[in-house]
């Protein structure tokens, strides 16, 4: 059984979400959680070796929270916290800004990605008004930090 039929499945058991959203099957890991621990390099000094420290941290938090969240076991509201703290400290390591571009895109479509589950959930009736606002902000907050990096990139460029 794949790992996304599984969360499915534990999602419906769990009564959080409907069962047409289990039957789309489109329950992933957002890429940016697909990320793999950094190991620090001989020539890092003391602040790189802290800040790769700090990103694998915030990435097994992110991913702990992520899985709980499709599972039911938390909301969206304690799963956006932790991935604050996952896009902290992925950007703080970026030295390019196309890479700092990038990582907000990754970010985007990891926000539109709860977006969608909060809507199905709300349209099942699992979860009230406020979460669905919640999840508007916080996809609507990624969309105005991304554009805000991708000027800063253009103005860096010219």
Known sequence: MSRTVLLAVLGMLCGTMS??????????????LEGKPLEPAKDDDEMRKLLKGRYN????????????????????????????????????????AA???????????????????????????????????QAEHDRLDAEIELLREKKAAEGKSK
């Open 19 to 32: 069962l047409s959203a289990a039957d789309d099957n489109e329950f992933k890991l957002p890429a940016v």
């Open 57 to 96: 941290a915030a990435l097994r938090e992110a991913k702990g929270r992520y899985g709980q969240f499709l599972a039911g076991k938390v909301t969206a509201e304690a799963l956006a916290p932790s991935t604050r703290r996952l896009l902290r400290a992925e950007l703080a390591l970026c030295d390019k």
């Open 99 to 133: 890479d700092r571009v990038k990582i907000r895109e990754q970010f985007l479509l990891m926000a539109k990605e709860v977006e969608r589950i909060i809507k199905l959930r709300h349209d099942a009736g699992r979860i009230e008004e406020p979460e669905v606002a």
